[in-house]
């Protein structure tokens, strides 16, 4: 009977911390420019993993994440190209900050992954 109940509280207990967590909806605002629709679906499918979800278009509470300035663009021949930007974090108007993104395009997932970190940080009640 123990075993049973042990089983059972360990097997519920990621999915009750998962429920308790939050989602946060979030836009993210494409980089221009066709060399960067790698680096777009990249963000926008990290952006899409719980606990953060997508959203369509800003709107009131949406966290809108927007690159400001353009995107430095290197290219080497023994590291290949890679991208360096400022994302910019805001919500109903209000600046919330900013976070300097950098990786190289066989990469991607450096920049995704900070953007996902900057995202919850910013979204985090203050």
């Known amino acids: 009977m123990i075993r049973r109940a042990a089983l059972l509280a360990f097997t519920l207990l990621p999915s009750l911390a998962q429920a308790q967590e939050q989602s946060t909806a979030v836009y993210f605002e494409p980089l221009k420019g066709g060399e960067f629709s790698r680096l777009n679906k990249a ?15 800003p709107a009131a509470h949406v966290l809108v994440i927007s690159a400001p300035n353009k995107v430095e663009v290197t290219h080497n021949q023994v590291s290949g190209t890679s ?5 910019a974090f805001s919500r ?8 300097l993104q ?4 066989d990469k ?4 995704t992954d900070q953007m996902v970190l900057d995202a919850k940080s910013a ?3 203050r």
Request: glycine share 6%; hydrophobic share 40%.
């Open 43 to 57: 963000v926008q499918a990290a952006l899409s993993e719980p606990p953060l979800q997508l959203a369509e278009k």
């Open 83 to 87: 991208y360096s930007f400022t994302i």
């Open 92 to 99: 109903d108007g209000s600046a919330l900050g900013e976070s």
């Open 102 to 105: 950098s990786c190289n395009a």
């Open 108 to 111: 991607l997932s450096d920049c």
């Open 123 to 125: 979204a985090a009640p």
